[in-house]
T-cell receptor
Framework: GNSVTQMEGPVTLSEEAFLTINCTYT??????LFWYVQYPGEGLQLLLK?????DKGSNKGFEATYRKETTSFHLEKGSVQVSDSAVYFC??????????FGTGTSLTVIP | DTGVSQDPRHKITKRGQNVTFRCDPI?????LYWYRQTLGQGPEFLTY????????KSRLLSDRFSAERPKGSFSTLEIQRTEQGDSAMYLC?????????????FGPGTRLTVT
């Protein structure tokens, strides 16, 4: 079956620190992979995507590379800001229109 | 474009009662999803509509749950004979057939508490 495993949080970083949030997946076939973000008081929104192996998704300074050999899609950012404080969800889309989300990782960036 | 709206935002009900939630997608969005999110977990897929047709439904979804999308506009999610385990945030999302399916716009959710 399809599933997503994310590193547990919460994660607390100082401003300008390097961020990595690990995500691995289990899927049949070749899923598309996503990171969604939920800022405080807001709904979930798509942050970045990768639809095939070796694709790199990027947005707002965040990056993630679709690694088929390690079934991973780790989220990275070189220098986090206070405004990046949010909950981050890794997700995959398998066959059809069903999306599978990880448990979410809460990030707090302190000045 | 006012975004996806959900009503009510909060619902408290007693075990055994029926509840109904409403989702209004972004205008002209053909696709509509329902998800359930419990504390500390990510959203769990419940069902998917394309226009008025319910095309996919989670195998984990109990028979007590039913969803409709008459006329392909707003959608309702009904839970019959609620149980304490139904306490969760119920999320609705919509997207357009003109863009990729993953470009979903999520609503603020309806938080259900079953006492």
């Amino acid at each position: 079956g399809n599933s997503v495993t994310q590193m547990e949080g919460p994660v607390t970083l100082s401003e300008e620190a390097f961020l990595t949030i690990n995500c691995t997946y289990t899927a049949t076939g070749y899923p598309s992979l996503f990171w969604y973000v939920q800022y405080p008081g807001e709904g979930l929104q798509l942050l970045l995507k990768a639809t095939k192996a070796d694709d790199k998704g990027s947005n707002k300074g965040f990056e993630a590379t679709y690694r088929k050999e390690t079934t991973s899609f780790h989220l990275e950012k070189g220098s986090v800001q206070v405004s990046d404080s949010a909950v981050y969800f890794c997700a995959l889309r398998g066959y059809g229109n069903q999306f599978y989300f990880g448990t979410g990782t809460s990030l707090t960036v302190i000045p | 474009d006012t975004g996806v709206s959900q009503d009510p935002r909060h619902k408290i009900t007693k075990r055994g009662q029926n509840v109904t939630f409403r989702c209004d997608p972004i205008s002209e969005h053909n696709r509509l999803y329902w998800y359930r999110q419990t504390l500390g977990q990510g959203p769990e897929f419940l069902t998917y509509f394309q226009n008025e047709a319910q095309l996919e439904k989670s195998r984990l979804l109990s028979d007590r749950f039913s969803a409709e999308r008459p006329k392909g506009s707003f959608s309702t999610l009904e839970i019959q004979r609620t149980e304490q385990g139904d306490s969760a945030m119920y999320l609705c999302a919509s997207s357009s057939l003109r863009v990729a399916v993953y470009e979903q716009y999520f609503g603020p959710g309806t938080r259900l508490t079953v006492t």
